[in-house]
């Protein structure tokens, strides 16, 4: 009797997982830059949308889904994940994202050339950037330009400047005039 139990068990479990996969079937997996918007009712997140200029994704509220409308609402993000199609709605399942920041690069150097200082002055505050080697080349190509900036953001403390944000940046690019919209 068992034997029979296990046996449609497995039986459901492989029907449910093939058409679980067969409904992602024609997923598109991508790199998707846009805007958060969150929608609440009675306090609780109710949808997230992913707003790009050519369309918009109804964000899948999973984990990831719920992290990325609690940390990034009204805030430009990339997001790593795919679209799904249901009912004539696109579905987007995060599998990562990072923040976006568009501002100013400031970077000072010392006296022999070397940049010791990059930042990057947004509306969402200043930010220290890590100076690793991607850091480094930020300062170097855009200092005292204005920037569209992809990365993380982590909190620092610092003796004497209490909590800090520092930027880890993966990419970027410059803004021509009239580009700094949000």
């Not at 200029?53 to 992290?67: K, S, T």
């Not at 709605?89 to 994202?97: M, P, W």
């Amino acid at each position: 009797m068992k034997s029979k139990s296990l046996i449609g068990l497995t039986i459901a479990a492989a029907l449910l997982m093939g058409s679980a996969i067969a409904g992602e079937r024609g997923a598109k997996n991508g790199t998707f830059r846009g805007t958060i918007n969150v929608a609440r009712a009675n306090g609780r997140v109710s949808a997230i949308t992913l707003v790009t200029p050519e369309e918009y994704y109804d964000v899948v509220m999973d984990q990831r889904g719920l992290d990325l409308g609690e940390r990034m609402a009204n805030k430009k993000v990339e997001i790593t994940g795919f679209v799904t199609s249901r009912n004539g709605r696109k579905l987007l399942t995060v599998q990562s994202f990072m923040p976006i920041l568009t501002g100013k690069v400031e970077a000072a150097s010392d006296r022999e050339g070397r940049i010791t200082v990059v930042r990057i002055v947004s509306r969402e505050g200043t930010f220290d950037v890590l100076l690793d080697e991607k850091g480094m080349e930020l300062g170097r190509e855009m200092n005292g330009k204005n920037v569209e900036v992809v990365g993380v953001i982590r909190e620092k403390t610092e003796k004497g400047r209490g909590i800090q944000q520092e930027f880890l940046v993966k990419s970027f690019n410059e803004l021509k005039t009239g580009e700094e919209k949000e």
